[in-house]
């Protein structure tokens, strides 16, 4: 879980800019439905404005899904 990531690159030059208003959680699950599940409760959830599922995939068959969403706050 990354909760508030920096927006750019860090350099020494310029200030870090984070974005207070995402989290990013990444992982992996064995089903396909308990995903769709669990993403449609925290869209249920009053905290949460948006869902983006920046990655949702299987490496081969019978690995597991290797996902990555982003949850933009309210």
Excluded: H, M
């Excluded at 089903?31 to 404005?49: A, G």
């Amino acid at each position: 879980i990354r909760i508030a990531p920096v927006n750019d690159k860090i350099r020494s030059e310029k200030p870090i800019v984070f974005d207070d208003r995402t989290i990013i959680v990444s992982g992996k699950c064995t089903n396909s439905q308990y995903f769709n599940l669990w993403k449609d409760d925290l869209k249920k959830e009053d905290w949460v404005e948006t869902i983006l599922i920046n990655q949702f995939g299987q490496e081969e068959p019978g690995k597991p899904i290797i996902f990555e969403i982003q949850l933009v706050i309210k």
